[in-house]
């Protein structure tokens, strides 16, 4: 069960499009490159968004995106550099 400490991990498949919020109140958008490991902070359902952490950088992406362009990560070591994750069919991929 994925807590504060143990986030969901999820690798990009596709490149995502994100919202970062600027310290002086304004916003931008980043590209999460493909490939990237993302961590689930939290979830917003009132706006259909999810608050992720990407190399310590918090960001914003919508739901729909991270069902579509990701697939989860089911370990945090693997072999020869190969994260284990789901696939669309739900089938382990390595």
């Known amino acids: 069960m994925p807590t504060e400490q143990n986030p969901r991990r999820y690798r ?3 490149a995502l499009t994100a919202l970062k919020y ?3 109140g304004r916003s931008t958008f ?6 990237s ?3 689930i902070k939290s979830k917003r359902r009132e706006f259909e968004v999810v608050e992720i ?3 310590g950088t ?3 992406v919508f739901n729909r995106d991270i069902d579509e ?3 989860e990560v089911l370990e945090s070591t693997s072999i020869l550099g190969q994260v284990p994750h789901k ?5 382990l991929e390595g």
């Open 12 to 14: 990009v498949r596709a």
């Open 22 to 24: 600027m310290q002086n």
């Open 30 to 35: 980043v590209t999460v490159p493909r490939g």
């Open 37 to 39: 490991v993302i961590a």
């Open 53 to 55: 952490d990407w190399e």
């Open 58 to 60: 918090a960001l914003v």
């Open 69 to 71: 362009r990701t697939v």
């Open 87 to 91: 696939g669309r069919g739900g089938k």
